[in-house]
């Protein structure tokens, strides 16, 4: 309530200080009675003192009024610039970093394009690696040729699910045999 009384008288008398030169056909003066009552006390100190005095006032009366804080006011609006001003020098930054990427790359398009005149174009070279030869031991042969024989004994017989298999097994086909069924 205090706050809202403040404001009130604060701003009648600074209308009544600062728009007494204007033309206006009001019952009364500007800043009506309250106005003119309050206004004419400071012509002591200057009306541009009281015009200030008036201002602090009625800051402190909003304050008491609504509760906002001016601190909290001014701290926000320093934000707001700050961030405006960082993020208009960030985007011309990011400007200028494209515009320099587009001529380096403009410029290393020519220097490709004049070290590839120069080059002679010719086929690719295939290298081919010659297949390893691996030469079978008395020990390996050994084994095959028992193998060979166990293979030949009637406990083995072929598997009959598959003529191209050279398999000797009892298990079924699909579980032992590489060669794919047709």
Not at 61 to 84: I, P, T, Y
Not at 93 to 122: F, N, P, Y
Not at 131 to 153: F, G, L, N
């Amino acid at each position: 309530m205090i706050g809202f009384v403040v404001v009130l008288v604060s701003s009648s008398a600074i209308e009544f200080l600062r728009f007494h030169s204007m033309k206006m056909v009001l019952p009364l003066e500007a800043g009506g009675m309250l106005g003119h009552e309050i206004g004419t006390r400071p012509y002591a100190i200057s009306v541009l003192r009281a015009t200030l005095l008036l201002l602090a006032l009625l800051a402190v009366g909003w304050s008491l009024f609504s509760g906002m804080s001016w601190l909290n006011a001014a701290e926000r609006v320093g934000a707001m610039l700050e961030g405006s001003y960082l993020g208009i020098r960030d985007l011309y930054e990011r400007w200028q970093d494209r515009r320099i990427g587009r001529e380096v790359a403009q410029q290393r398009e020519v220097e490709v394009e004049v070290e590839l005149s120069g080059v002679e174009q010719h086929e690719p070279i295939f290298i081919e690696m010659p297949a390893p030869v691996v030469e079978v031991s008395k020990k390996v042969r050994s084994a095959s040729s028992a193998s060979a024989r166990r293979r030949c004994s009637p406990k083995w017989s072929r598997a009959a699910c598959c003529r191209r298999c050279t398999c000797w097994h009892r298990l079924p086909h699909r579980l032992i045999c590489p060669v794919p069924r047709r």
